[in-house]
């Protein structure tokens, strides 16, 4: 496969340095190596730690039925940078909403990553949302700089289950009017 052909990928978003893509079943080694870093885990509602047998699989599976929500693959493969180097999802709500998750490789935290996979997804609009909210924990103030970076509007406190963590955990909650 060359360059070209990557680059003429479906549903491939430019994201600065890298782009984003969907999930491809080759992503499983490194989703399952960075996920599976309690850090990543811990700073999501959703991923568990340890991973248990079957979890990324089930992952890939989802993210490549493109039903509900939907996941790209942050890859940097064509400028150096790794060819996984995060993850960054829509999970579509009612009434041209959606709510925004994403994490990166430890390696690449304070690196800008986060901030442009953000401000691309939201830039390119694949749902055609006219809102979109995201949730941070309140100990990572680091997500809540990506937010906003990228023009999303703190809305106010709240808290959920961290699956990881086994505890409800402070958020911070977001805003994005697209309108």
Known sequence: ????????????IAA????LRPV?????????????????????RS????????AIDSFISRAMSGEGERIWAMDGAATGLGELLGIISLKPMDRGQSEIGYWV????????IASEAVRALVGANPLAN????????????????????SGFQYLGDAETFSVARGARVPTWTYIRKLD
């Not at 496969?1 to 491939?12: F, K, N, R, S």
């Open 130 to 149: 006219r809102t979109i909210f995201a949730e941070v924990f309140q100990d990572n103030p680091g997500s809540a700089r990506v937010l906003t970076n």
């Open 24 to 44: 491809r079943k080759s992503d499983a080694g490194l989703c399952a190596m960075y996920a599976g870093d309690r850090r990543v885990a811990e700073a999501t």
């Open 47 to 54: 991923i568990p730690h340890p991973l248990p047998p079957g």
């Open 1 to 12: 496969m060359t360059l070209d052909l990557i680059a003429a990928e479906p549903g491939q």
């Open 105 to 112: 490789a430890p390696a690449l935290w304070n690196t800008g």
């Open 16 to 19: 600065g340095r890298f782009v």
